[in-house]
Nanobody, 121 residues
Framework: QVQLVESGGGLTQPGGSLRLSCVAS????????MGWFRQAPGKQRELVAL???????KYEESLKGRFTASRDHAKNTVFLQMNNLKPEDTAVYYC???????????????WGQGTQVTVSS
C-alpha cells in the first residue's frame, strides 16, 4: 500500500506563512508527478502546484509569487511554501501523487488525507 502523509497545516494570520510537507511512504518504487490541490468550503478542488520528474513546476496562475513548491525526489517528498497568506487561501490542502509500486507495475494516483490551512485574524 501507498500512503501520502501531509503535515504543516494550521492557523495563521493574514500575511503569515506556512510550509506544508507530504511524504509518499509504503510500497513505493517510483513517484512521477507529485503536488498539491486545495478545496475550500463549498468549492471544487483545484490545483495549487504540481511537480514532475524535471525541474518544471505547474502552478495555478493566481498563486504564482506567493506559493512555491519544491521536491526532494530521493525522499519522495513534496513541499509547499506559502507566503503572504490571505483569508481566501483557507482550505483543506491535499497531496496528490502518481506512484509506481514495483519496477514493472503501472503508475496509480493517490491522495493524502488533507491538512487544514486557516488564514484568519
Amino acid at each position: 500500500q501507498v500512503q501520502l502523509v501531509e503535515s504543516g497545516g494550521g492557523l495563521t494570520q493574514p500575511g503569515g506563512s506556512l510550509r506544508l510537507s507530504c511524504v509518499a511512504s509504503g510500497s513505493v518504487f517510483r513517484v512521477s508527478t507529485m503536488g498539491w490541490f486545495r478545496q475550500a468550503p463549498g468549492k471544487q478542488r483545484e490545483l495549487v502546484a504540481l511537480t514532475g520528474t524535471t525541474a518544471d513546476i505547474k502552478y495555478e496562475e493566481s498563486l504564482k509569487g506567493r506559493f512555491t513548491a519544491s521536491r526532494d525526489h530521493a525522499k519522495n517528498t513534496v513541499f509547499l511554501q506559502m507566503n503572504n497568506l490571505k483569508p481566501e487561501d483557507t482550505a483543506v490542502y491535499y497531496c496528490n501523487a502518481d506512484v509506481q509500486q514495483t519496477r514493472d507495475g503501472r503508475f496509480a494516483n493517490y491522495w493524502g488525507q488533507g491538512t487544514q490551512v486557516t488564514v484568519s485574524s
